[in-house]
Each structure stands twice: as structure tokens, then as C-alpha cells.
């Protein structure tokens, strides 16, 4: 072979390479990912009547974490690491094809505050909780429900 041959084969087997690399990218790499959802957060206290919830947006990006603007505002906790414990399709009685993600979001931060959030999410819906303890003692819980933002085309 001569280096003609050599360096059209390179080109070709990177150009391979890079279209590969670029179709996969933009497929989600979970249930959850590139997905954003309109929810209401509401704060919950033992022997109290729920006072009125606040709007957030929840987002997803697999290789990045969970993103939360009221967590941000309020605790200034940035892209947090999410584990999906639970991935399942099911048949609803319409015979309509559905699916079932569960996922858990924790982090400890510097001060030894630590988030736990649990969430469902059913096709559209999302709904959940977050507890928020410093030294295992709990100091605020939310509750949260929405639906799944609307893809601009």
C-alpha cells in the first residue's frame, strides 16, 4: 500500500468514527434523560395544613445529574448524580404501552447536610419526595408532583 491508499483509509475510518460517535450522542442514554418536568413543590410539617406549593422545573441529563432551579435557589445545590432503581414497561387496560422509572437522588455537602429525593415517574407524570437531615436528624421535607415539559419542535 502507499500512502495514498493509508491516508484515504484513515479519513474514512475517522469520518466512520465521528458520524458513529455523533448519532449515539444524541439518543437518550435513560429514561430519564433530556427530559424536564414542570412539578410543585410543597413543604411538609408534621401537625401543619400544607402551606401553598411553589413551582419548579426538574431536569435530567445522564451525564450530568438532576438539576432542581428551587433546590439551587434555596440550597444552591447544583447538577446532582441520580440512580434509576426501577425501569419497566406495562400494558395499561386500554392496551396502551406505558412506562415506569423510579430514581434516587442523594448528596451529602460540606456542611454534613444531606438530600435524599425519591421519584416515580408514570409515561408524563412525575411525582415524589425530598428529605433534607443534618446529622441524621430531619430538617425539612418536600413533596413534589407534574407533568413532563413540552418538547419545543
Not at 424536564?36 to 401537625?47: H, Q, R
Not at 432542581?68 to 448524580?81: G, H, R, V
Request: net charge neutral; aromatic share 8%; proline share 2%.
Amino acid at each position: 500500500m502507499n500512502l495514498k491508499h493509508i491516508i484515504i483509509s484513515a479519513s474514512v475510518l475517522t469520518i466512520g468514527l465521528l458520524s458513529l460517535n455523533a448519532i449515539k450522542k444524541g439518543e437518550p442514554q435513560d429514561n430519564l434523560d433530556k427530559r424536564k418536568f414542570i412539578v410543585t413543590m410543597t413543604e411538609v410539617k408534621e401537625g401543619a395544613a400544607p402551606k401553598k406549593g411553589v413551582e419548579d422545573e426538574l431536569e435530567f441529563k445522564a451525564g450530568k445529574g438532576m438539576f432542581s432551579t428551587f433546590l439551587f435557589d434555596k440550597l444552591q445545590y447544583k447538577w446532582i448524580k441520580y440512580e434509576i432503581t426501577k425501569d419497566s414497561t406495562y400494558t395499561d387496560e386500554e392496551e396502551n404501552e406505558g412506562t415506569w422509572t423510579e430514581a434516587e437522588i442523594s448528596t451529602t455537602d460540606k456542611d454534613d447536610q444531606t438530600i435524599i429525593m425519591k421519584c416515580t415517574v408514570d409515561n408524563y407524570d412525575i411525582s415524589g419526595e425530598i428529605k433534607i437531615t443534618k446529622k441524621d436528624k430531619l430538617k425539612k421535607k418536600y413533596e413534589f408532583s407534574g407533568k413532563e415539559k413540552p418538547k419545543k419542535k
